[in-house]
């Protein structure tokens, strides 16, 4: 069985902070995304990496940061925390190679509010 | 544009089949997804279609695809209180790797 795991499943932070969300995926996945879910915007994708030290922007990369320094771990980082970035962040990995085998499999989320 | 759509909300009576509809944008989209989340956690994945396939059945859910008017539905048959959560699909489009397209999520309450 595939296991994503986050490091946190609640966090409460103050505006300002720094914040880290890390994610930890047991099944030699190259490929590791970070996701946030917003009511009615479903996920949208905010960083991506394919390999270690390699990262992509998603769709909405702006106030976040990411970090690849072993194949399993992908940080996500918040380098000013913001009440906008109040949110659910889902971590997802998947192998390379095309086809059904780039499933994306998530892990259970951390549910982050920003005071 | 860019959007899957998905209706927000569905109800229906316990051991009532559900059918839950998406449509999608981009006809080269290799696969599509079904996801369920239930409160307070991640996204389980619950079968995926390949594009040139029309229909997948696995116990429970049947998956239809019409590429033509490139819309996907779920068909859940005996919906059971357990199966209350919400339901995203998701394009895969062709790119450097699968980029995954999701919809905003359709929430199925099961009720007695």
């Known amino acids: 069985d595939v296991k994503v795991t986050q490091s946190s499943r609640y966090l409460v932070k103050r505006t300002g902070e720094k914040v880290f969300l890390e994610c930890v995926q047991d099944m030699d996945h190259e490929n590791m995304f970070w996701y946030r879910q917003d009511p009615g915007l479903g996920l949208r994708l905010i960083y991506f990496s394919y390999d270690v030290k390699m990262k992509e922007k998603g769709d909405i990369p702006e106030g976040y940061s990411v970090s690849r320094e072993k194949k399993e771990r992908f940080s996500l980082i918040l380098e000013s925390a913001s009440t906008n970035q109040t949110s659910m962040y889902l971590c997802?990995?998947?192998?390379?190679?095309?086809?059904?085998?780039?499933?994306?499999?998530f892990g259970p989320g951390t549910r982050l509010l920003v005071l | 544009g860019e959007d899957v759509e998905q209706s927000l909300f569905l109800s229906v009576r316990e051991g009532d089949s559900s059918v839950i509809n998406c449509t999608y944008t981009?006809?080269?989209?290799?696969?599509l997804y079904w996801y369920k989340q239930e409160p307070g956690a991640g996204l389980q994945l619950l079968t995926y279609i390949f594009s040139n396939m029309d229909m997948k059945q696995d116990q429970r859910l049947t998956v239809l695809l019409n590429k033509k008017d490139k819309h996907l539905s779920l068909r859940i048959a005996d919906t059971q209180t357990g199966d209350s959560a919400i339901y995203f699909c998701a394009e895969a489009r062709r790119g450097g790797y699968n980029k995954l397209i999701f919809g905003a999520g359709t929430r199925l309450a099961v009720h007695p």
């Open positions: 981009d006809s080269s989209s290799t696969y």
């Open positions: 997802a990995s998947s192998l390379s190679g095309g086809g059904p085998q780039e499933t994306q499999y």
